[in-house]
């Protein structure tokens, strides 16, 4: 059955920095975009990050631009998103999600606070 887990989110200060790891299993990890996805406290999902299936594609919210690098390691079946620079607008739940187009499949969630 098709699996994703967050990990690695956190508590830290503004500035600081996070990675969330993402490993899935249940379905050929290589053979798929993926894309992050954040839900802040008491507003909808937004979409963070995409990522082609090959990890040469990348795209991100306009707001994150610089601060955020999505990535990815097919032989480990791993996706990553880098958060540099943290700001208390990033505050949220941040979801793995398999597709881009069409996400099918989500992973439970990992909780980022921002907070001085």
């Known amino acids: 059955q098709v699996q994703l887990v967050e990990s690695g989110g956190g508590s830290v200060q503004p500035g600081g920095s996070l990675r969330l790891s993402c490993v899935v299993s249940?379905?050929?990890?290589?053979?798929?975009?993926m894309s992050w996805v954040r839900q802040a406290p008491g507003k909808g999902l937004e979409w963070v990050s995409g990522?082609?299936?090959?990890?040469?594609?990348?795209n991100v919210l306009d707001s994150v631009k610089g601060r955020f690098t999505v990535s990815r390691d097919n032989a480990k079946n791993t996706l990553y998103l880098q958060m540099n620079n943290l700001k208390s607008e990033d505050t949220a739940v941040y979801y793995c999600?398999?597709?881009?187009?069409?996400?099918?499949?989500w992973g439970q969630g990992t909780q980022v606070t921002v907070s001085s």
């Open positions: 999600v398999k597709g881009i187009v069409t996400m099918d499949y």
């Open positions: 990522i082609n299936d090959g990890g040469t594609k990348t």
């Open positions: 249940g379905f050929t990890f290589s053979n798929y975009h």
